[in-house]
């Protein structure tokens, strides 16, 4: 292992650790919410999708202005940030904590880690492409808003919401199951396939 990558990993674990140390309250409800998401029973991916339903069904009837939901949406933040370190020992005992589990969750805090990195990565990539290539950039850029703004304009937004939702909540249990690398791998053996024939009538 080189230096830079020797470098990188400690950097890794560091963030890994001090994410561990912030979240160490909310550990019995981030396994047990990671046990739904990953599908660990059968009728876990049907709850997530009633629970969603339920939940931007009930936004839907009582039609908040923006303001009511921000401050809505913050307060109960709030509320969960105070009542969840306090309550979650008594209600999943914190004497049960496993090895298994403190492992899960170091994983768990690792992937975050990794996943806010890919965010930041992406970000300085997006930034080194306008500096080099602006005219790319550019036009990449204004088209690929613009086809989010043609979608939001044909959609709803709140039903375009609890789409993206709904999508976000099951994509981890879709990745356990290997149901993406499924589809993908049928989506690039069927491009492969257009390929080679156009290559064919090429000839």
Request: proline share 3%; with cysteine.
């Amino acid at each position: 292992m080189s230096e830079g990558d020797n470098k990188s990993a400690n950097m890794l674990a560091q963030e890994t650790a001090q994410l561990e140390e912030q979240l160490q309250g909310w550990g019995e409800v981030i396994l047990a919410g990671d046990r739904v998401v990953r599908w660990e029973k059968p009728w876990f991916p049907g709850a997530l999708i009633g629970a969603t339903t339920v939940l931007f069904l009930l936004i839907y009837y009582l039609d908040p202005s923006v303001l009511t939901g921000l401050s809505c949406s913050v307060m109960l933040l709030c509320l969960a940030d105070y009542l969840v370190p306090t309550l979650a020992p008594r209600v999943f005992g914190s004497n049960k904590w496993t090895t298994e589990q403190q492992q899960r969750f170091h994983e768990i805090c690792g992937n975050l880690v990794k996943t806010q990195r890919r965010v930041v990565g992406w970000w300085k990539r997006l930034c080194a492409l306008k500096e080099e290539k602006p005219k790319m950039y550019f036009a990449s850029v204004i088209s690929s808003l613009l086809a989010v703004a043609w979608i939001g304009q044909q959609v709803h937004n709140l039903f375009l919401t609890y789409l993206i939702v709904t999508f976000l909540l099951l994509l981890p249990g879709l990745n356990q199951h290997g149901v993406i690398n499924k589809y993908a791998s049928m989506a690039k053996r069927e491009i492969n396939k257009l390929l080679k024939q156009k290559e064919k009538k090429n000839e």
